[in-house]
């Protein structure tokens, strides 16, 4: 019902930062916390970022903790993780999220978009 379409994902140099964005489309986008994950070659999903419905509360994992922030603008039914100071862990297919309030665990979400990949360089 819901469908998500990410973009913004390339290749940039450690340091550097990238915008990804995450378009929605087909049910209502506000009914949803929406989040961010990322998955590298033999590792498991981990989680990124999420944020409320109303986009007044973010988590983030201890890993991109004052380094990514998360945000959506529900006028556009889109969400961004804008990720600063990139490391080479950092490398992965980023994927974003779509599910109830409260949504935090990989499990809980309910819409996936086909992911969008991030490579850093060192």
């Known amino acids: 019902q819901v469908q998500l379409v990410e973009s913004g994902g390339g290749l940039v140099q450690a340091g550097g930062s990238l915008r990804l964005s995450c378009a929605a489309s087909?049910?209502?986008?506000?009914?949803?916390?929406m989040g961010w994950f990322r998955q590298a070659p033999g590792k498991e999903r981990e989680f990124v970022a999420a944020i409320s419905r109303s986009g007044s509360s973010t988590y983030y994992s201890d890993s991109v903790k004052g380094r990514f922030t998360i945000s959506r603008d529900n006028a556009e039914n889109t969400v961004y993780l804008q990720m600063n100071s990139l490391k080479p862990e950092d490398t992965a297919v980023y994927y974003c999220?779509?599910?109830?309030?409260?949504?935090?665990?990989?499990?809980?979400?309910?819409?996936w978009g086909q992911g969008t990949q991030v490579t850093v360089s060192s």
């Open positions: 999220s779509a599910g109830p309030a409260g949504s935090r665990r990989s499990r809980e979400f309910d819409y």
């Open positions: 087909g049910g209502t986008f506000s009914n949803y916390d």
